[in-house]
């Protein structure tokens, strides 16, 4: 069965640092593209980190530039976001989600989508 797994999400204070991942099965991991979302309450769901698995080209969304680092360990088929400098605004349930256009925040280009993993940055 295909499956994407999130975890790592938890509770950290300001100016913390969490390192998610996204273990996927079931395809072919270096066809993919891996798209991180977020979505906190009451608000619109948002692409927040892009990378496509065959060379590592990585993309990010501007709120997040400089603190968040996507990277694959493609000999474990598994996505990771290392997000350093956590604000209370990175408050979200983070999903993975995985599809064979290039990056993009077009939710209908993916085809797989994780549980997500609340990630929760207190003042």
């Known amino acids: 069965d295909v499956q994407l797994q999130a975890s790592g999400g938890g509770l950290v204070q300001s100016g913390g640092s969490l390192r998610l991942s996204c273990a996927a099965s079931?395809?072919?991991?270096?066809?993919?593209?891996i798209n991180w979302f977020r979505q906190a309450p009451g608000k619109e769901r948002e692409g927040v980190s892009c990378?496509?698995?065959?060379?590592?080209?990585?993309y990010y969304v501007y709120s997040v530039k400089g603190r968040f680092t996507i990277s694959s360990d493609n000999a474990k088929n598994t996505v990771y976001l290392q997000m350093n400098s956590l604000k209370p605004e990175d408050t979200a349930v983070y999903y993975c989600?995985?599809?064979?256009?290039?990056?993009?925040?077009?939710?209908?280009?993916?085809?797989?989508w994780g549980q997500g993993t609340l990630v929760t940055v207190s003042s």
């Open positions: 989600a995985a599809g064979t256009a290039n990056c993009g925040n077009i939710e209908e280009f993916y085809d797989y």
């Open positions: 079931g395809f072919t991991f270096d066809d993919y593209h």
């Open positions: 990378i496509r698995i065959r060379d590592g080209t990585a």
